[in-house]
């Protein structure tokens, strides 16, 4: 079958690409950098996060784990056991895939709230144990001495080839997922979340494609997990709990759902927040509340649905002048 | 090995009760709107921090945890009627992320009206423990428990014998339905949270001079609750309220038993485990999709 928006879908995300690897121009300094980094990585699990829940309509309250089953087994695999990073790294991806793939079968034939109350659980346990298996992990006080990045004799060592490496990862990974969405796979994610019963009658097979979508969205937060791991060369339980699976899904919800563009948008901008609002000192909480509390009331499609219809509106109004 | 049974059993319903009154105030506005509110963890935390500032005020105690629960009623009433109301026909997601959106803004503000410390409610009557079956009972858990038991047989009796509360259920059952007889849902949802803000607050009063309290507890006691009415069926008002006592039980002896490190994982893990048997909770009936 012809594909014609694959080429639309590679022009996208490489001026994407080119917009990332402007951005350390016109930053005044590295701190910067760290939390452009952060969102970043930030925007890989989102995007990964939308798959299964904007698209196939499988909400996950436990998204962080695997984001922190990445980090934790990257870390163990290149300190404690010795092995070169890119197999810690490809172990790190590869346990959080396999985790989802056993939980799959078990957790996605719930629906709704007891999906999320059950993904939710996963998450806490999962947290309880990063903190209490102190010999393992290192405990509530955290796993040090992860070696920074290094790739075929190319040490990422600074903050500017980290942020240019996990740039050129988002833009991969957001490539991807526009192609998978114009699909046969994409199609029948979207038909299942419709309604699962017509779409088995129409022959999809929905175990199998909730859980492909689930592995892979647990796959991509396992791989921010581990380049977060390489770059901070420092994890701690707190960056995996409850908070961050919460915060995850707000910026799905908030960018925008069934949008690629709009994870990215959600997981850039609720990254940036808290930093823009630190000037506010002790009741900066309250401004971030409050701001996403009225976003969601006013721009019910989130960000990037508001920004779509100014824009046409917008346009409507330069019409009406020009006439 | 059974040494510390009775006692595990005595502390697990006491806690399991404390659950079972938050899980309740999920399935009222459950029910009348079919939201999860994320913010009722906050609920329970005003009602215990608020306490404790209208003690502090001179109030006397009975009079200052009432005070309590009547401001976290009105607070719970002006998130539906400013967040919730104005919301209507988005989608349910959207009302999810606005109520996780309040839970933030309301232990901001409790963070910056109360301070950052974790403060103790005086027991309701004194601390002088219970010796009985081999278990040493606080006086406050029995406080907890005829609580829980007052508030479950009133929203019985409500829900039975008096004509709003008959008009709740048929919201509960049939919106559309509920609306053509005359009974306006928007009242009843405006209702549902107020309620629902009472009862978290109760459960976070009874519980202070426990477990103490702090603007950020609401959490942990949130999720437990949510997983208490899970775990009876979401829905069901007695299903919450016997869920909160299986969890606490659970939780009592996994702690006692395993490891208490392990205490909150270990209610989980039954938790997933049941949703994986039984998908609808212990009490909740199997549900029939439309296509």
């Not at chain 1, 079968?105 to 999320?116: Q, S």
């Not at chain 2, 963890?41 to 005020?57: K, N, Y």
């Not at chain 2, 069901?236 to 996994?254: D, K, M, Q, T």
């Amino acid at each position: 079958m012809k594909r014609p928006l694959l080429g639309r879908a590679i022009v996208q995300a490489g001026l994407f690409l080119a917009l990332l690897l402007a951005v350390p121009y016109v930053l005044p300094n590295d701190y910067y950098l760290s939390i452009c980094i952060l969102g970043c990585l930030s925007a890989i699990i989102a995007v990964g996060l939308n798959l299964l829940m904007g698209y196939a309509g499988q909400i996950s309250l436990g998204h962080a784990a695997f984001y922190g089953i990445g980090a934790y087994v990257t870390a163990i695999c290149t300190t404690r056991l010795g092995l070169p990073i890119p197999v810690g790294m490809a172990a790190g991806v590869g346990l959080s895939m396999v985790v989802a793939w056993v939980m799959a079968e078990p957790i996605l034939k719930l629906k709704g709230h007891y999906l999320a109350m059950a993904t939710l659980g996963f998450g806490i346990i999962v947290a309880i144990v990063f903190n209490e298996a102190v010999d393992v992990t290192g405990g509530p006080s955290g796993f040090v001495g992860i070696p920074r990045l290094s790739l075929g004799g190319f040490a990422f060592d600074s903050d500017r080839s980290y942020y240019n490496l996990v740039a050129v990862v988002l833009s991969l990974v957001v490539l991807a997922s526009l192609n998978l969405m114009r699909s046969r796979t994409g199609r029948a994610l979207r038909a299942l979340h419709v309604s699962e019963k017509a779409a088995a009658s129409l022959g999809i097979d929905i175990a199998a494609h909730k859980r492909f979508v689930f592995v892979l969205s647990a796959g991509l937060a396992g791989l921010a997990g581990v380049l977060y791991a390489h770059y901070l060369s420092f994890v701690a339980p707190a960056s995996f709990g409850f908070g961050f699976s919460v915060q995850l899904v707000v910026m799905v919800v908030l960018g925008g759902m069934a949008n690629v563009w709009g994870s990215v948008v959600g997981a850039l901008f609720l990254t940036a927040l808290p930093e823009a609002l630190r000037e506010f000192e002790d009741i900066d909480i309250l401004v971030y509340g409050a701001i996403l509390v009225l976003t969601i009331m006013y721009l019910p499609d989130g960000l990037t649905g508001g920004l779509g219809r100014l824009f046409r509106k917008l346009r409507r109004v330069g019409k009406g002048a020009a006439r | 090995m059974l040494a510390g049974a009775p006692q595990y059993l005595v502390s697990g319903l006491t806690q399991g009760a404390a659950y079972g009154l938050i899980g309740l105030g999920f399935t009222m506005i459950f029910n009348t709107t079919g939201i999860i509110n994320f913010a009722q963890g906050e609920f329970v935390m005003l009602g215990g921090m608020l306490s404790v500032a209208f003690l502090g005020l001179g109030l006397p105690l009975p009079v200052a945890v009432l005070a309590a629960c009547l401001a976290t009623a009105v607070v719970g009433a002006l998130m539906e009627r400013l967040t919730i109301r104005p919301l209507a026909g988005a989608p349910a997601i959207n009302a999810v992320i606005i109520t996780i959106g309040v839970s933030i803004l309301l232990r901001g503000g409790a963070m910056l009206a109360f301070g950052k410390d974790t403060v103790a409610l005086p027991a309701f009557s004194g601390v002088k423990p219970i010796l009985a079956l081999g278990a040493a009972i606080q006086p406050q858990s029995l406080w907890v428990l005829a609580v829980t038991l007052a508030l479950l047989a009133a929203l019985k009796l409500y829900f039975s014998a008096t004509i709003q509360g008959k008009a709740m259920l048929a919201c509960a059952c049939q919106k559309k339905a509920a609306s053509l007889v005359g009974i306006s849902v928007a009242r009843m949802a405006l209702l549902s949270f107020g309620i629902s803000g009472l009862i978290g607050a109760a459960a976070g009063a009874i519980l202070a001079p426990i477990t103490m309290t702090a603007y950020d507890v609401g959490m942990m006691l949130g999720l437990k609750g949510f997983a208490a009415c899970i775990l009876g069926g979401l829905g069901s008002p007695f299903g919450a309220a016997a869920g909160g006592l299986v969890l606490g039980v659970l939780e009592a002896f996994g702690a006692g038993y395993v490891s208490s490190g392990y205490k909150d994982a270990f209610a989980f893990i039954v938790l997933l485990l049941l949703l994986f048997v039984k998908p609808s909770g212990l009490f909740g009936k199997a549900g029939v999709d439309r296509v």
